[in-house]
């Protein structure tokens, strides 16, 4: 069975592609800060082992790739993130915060992504997903939410830069935005549905390839600019 490790897989879009990747077979890594918060994974039928891990701590990070160590993952879905905290105008950014934020949505991913490189090195074809937003491109970019939009665009330049000093390495890269979706951080009023946006996401997925490496795709797998 092909193998997925999910970060931030306790709740939202990470438990939805935890149930929905165990649905069709996978065995899936889910990975928790807290493990005593994982009910909703312990619940989804299927191959599901949950896993501690704070991608903010990189001692927590190489713990888990040691203890993991001779297991291919076909599959790291990096999703574990954090939202924008509340912002003030004229100098009132909050500064610890913002690195803060910049801990769990840029180098999180990327200190993940090294650290399980040899796994996914092991499959066949490994695939490394990132789950950004629009909010960090550049091209269409506006104003407000710089700490998010800032650690989102931060995380996909480095995303592109890995994918292009791994290609020919047998992995794909990609930069997915979820849309606007009901969760933690999207909210209430958000229209689309986890398990819709999952859903389209895993198609993209399941196309990607050295081709299609290192891009920034929506969920409705058209391309956003940088």
């Not at 990327?110 to 499959?123: D, G, K, Q």
């Amino acid at each position: 069975m092909p193998v997925a490790l999910i970060t931030g897989a306790g709740r939202g879009i990470g438990l939805e592609f935890a149930r929905q990747y165990a649905d069709e077979g996978w065995t899936v890594l889910a990975g928790v800060r807290d493990p005593g918060t994982a009910g909703d994974l312990l619940g989804i039928d299927g191959d599901v082992a949950v896993v501690e891990m704070d991608v903010t701590d990189p001692a927590a990070v190489a713990i888990l790739s040691e203890r993991l160590s001779g297991i291919a993952i076909d599959l790291l879905i990096n999703n574990a993130g954090r939202g924008n905290p509340a912002e003030l105008s004229d100098g009132g950014i909050d500064y610890a915060a913002w690195i803060d934020v910049l801990q769990a949505n840029t180098l999180g991913p990327v200190r993940v992504t090294e650290a399980f490189l040899p796994h996914l090195r092991a499959a066949e074809h490994g695939k490394i997903v990132t789950i950004s937003s629009q909010m960090g491109s550049i091209g269409q970019s506006s104003g407000r939410a710089i700490i998010y939009r800032s650690s989102k665009a931060a995380v996909n330049a480095a995303m592109r830069a890995m994918a292009m000093d791994h290609k020919g390495e047998g992995l794909s890269f990609a930069v997915l935005h979820p849309g606007w979706v009901k969760s933690g951080i999207g909210g209430a009023k958000a229209p689309l549905e986890a398990a819709d946006s999952v859903a389209a996401m895993r198609a993209i997925i399941d196309e990607l390839d050295a081709d299609t490496t290192g891009r920034f795709w929506n969920y409705d797998g058209s391309e956003i600019p940088w």
